[in-house]
């Protein structure tokens, strides 16, 4: 999956953070999440660093102290509207696989560079293909626009508790 940025749905002004899938169909995977998430995603992308560490920049700091990789995180499952998250972290030949929440997660992989995966049961489950099959793919302003129209459009059709409880 690749994460293509973090988003507010309104009216509701609640923050997605907005994956799609790399190949195949392209689809897109919104996951509903809480403000402070949603900031540390943002803050991070854009390249702002805060005076002090946040949490997620303390676990990444904890990660490279113990000499621990933060190998892929991947969302799991999507149960009474809720998504489950795992973060694969490797450290020596130990691999050890960590429940969270995508919100955390996500937050945890923009500052290691980790992959982002999704089980195919949940992007069937709660991802959408943008109808004019149009790609986020960042290169293109254009073509992105169109997406997040696509997309903004998708989210005035569905409510926030469908997905809430997950971040």
Known sequence: MELVGVRVEMPSNT???LLQENEGERRMLPIFIGQH??????????????????????????????AATLEKVVITDLRD???????????????????????????IAVRTQAPLFAAPHVVEAAGF?????????????????????????FIDNVNPEDFMGGS
């Open 15 to 17: 923050p997605i953070v």
């Open 129 to 153: 293909l943008p109808e004019d099959g149009t790609l986020a793919d960042g290169d293109d302003n254009e073509a992105s626009e169109e997406v997040l129209d696509e997309f903004r459009e």
């Open 81 to 107: 509207k809720t998504f489950f998250a795992e973060m694969h972290l490797v450290q020596g030949d130990t691999t050890q696989i960590i429940s969270c929440r995508p919100s955390d997660a996500v937050a």
């Open 37 to 66: 998430e949603a900031k540390a995603i943002a803050r991070e992308l854009e390249g702002v660093s805060t005076e002090r560490p946040m949490t997620h920049d303390l676990v990444r700091d904890l990660l490279v102290v113990l």
